[in-house]
């Protein structure tokens, strides 16, 4: 179990451009989260993919962000055009379904802070 | 809408005292109730969960946490605080299906 990663771990950027970060899941988690967390505040989810499917985006996901998970693997989250709101840390979690009448527990990555100047 | 509130954005402790973090929920549902820890510059890690049966619940690092469900309450406990605590903790609650929601942390430090 080599737990959840997540590349790069520090993004700087000038506000505009678009950036592209990468989460590789726990193997064999099959449920892949993302969140965002905001300097002083908690995580907020933003979307969840279920093998290679997109099952629920939050409101907070603007049409500049977009996440995929390709063969139900790893996933991408790419920003266009980053405004300076967008700072924050990203953090990816993945889990597995959970057995009878339980939920899952989500493992999460380090995360990838973004800054936009 | 379901919601986490935790009482304190600082909590300060000596070592070897007691640590108490306070945790409120709401939700319409029976609620899957979790504690996480976060370091500086890094992910969350799971230190507690409680899901069904037994209210108190324990976790890593000598931690605990009691699901009250009169009181909506799921307060962390730790008997005796080291140094290695400091960092910040989060509640989150599941009321009932996969998307966890966080409160807005509890930043613990512990003085020699």
């Known amino acids: 179990d080599t737990g959840v990663s997540q590349n790069p771990r520090h993004k700087i950027t000038k506000r505009g451009q678009n950036v592209t970060f990468r989460c590789d899941p726990i193997?064999?988690?099959?449920?892949l989260y993302w969140y965002r967390q905001t300097l002083g505040q908690g995580p907020e989810f933003l979307t969840y993919?279920?093998?290679?499917?997109?099952?629920?985006k939050s409101r907070l996901l603007s049409d500049r962000f977009s996440a995929e998970r390709p063969k139900g693997s790893f996933s991408t989250l790419e920003i266009q055009r980053t405004e300076q709101g967008d700072s924050a840390m990203y953090l990816c979690?993945?889990?597995?379904?959970?057995?009878?009448?339980?939920?899952?527990?989500?493992?999460f990555g380090p995360g990838t802070r973004l800054t936009v100047l | 809408a379901q919601s986490v509130t935790q009482l304190g954005s600082h909590v300060s402790v000596s070592e070897g005292a007691l640590v108490l973090l306070r945790c409120n929920y709401s939700?319409?549902?029976?609620?899957?109730l979790f504690w996480y820890v976060q370091y500086p510059n890094q992910g969350l890690q799971l230190l507690l969960k409680?899901?069904?049966?037994?209210?108190l619940v324990k976790g890593i690092n000598g931690f605990e946490a009691e699901f009250k469900k009169s009181e909506t309450s799921f307060h962390l406990t730790k008997p005796s605080a080291h140094m290695s605590d400091a960092a910040e903790y989060f509640c989150?609650?599941?009321?009932?299906?996969?998307?966890?929601?966080f409160g807005s942390g509890t930043r613990l430090l512990v003085r020699p």
């Open positions: 193997s064999e988690h099959n449920r």
């Open positions: 993919f279920q093998n290679e499917a997109q099952l629920e």
């Open positions: 939700s319409s549902v029976p609620p899957y």
């Open positions: 989150a609650v599941i009321p009932g299906s996969y998307k966890l929601i």
């Open positions: 979690a993945s889990s597995l379904p959970p057995g009878g009448l339980s939920t899952d527990t989500q493992y």
């Open positions: 409680y899901t069904t049966g037994a209210t």
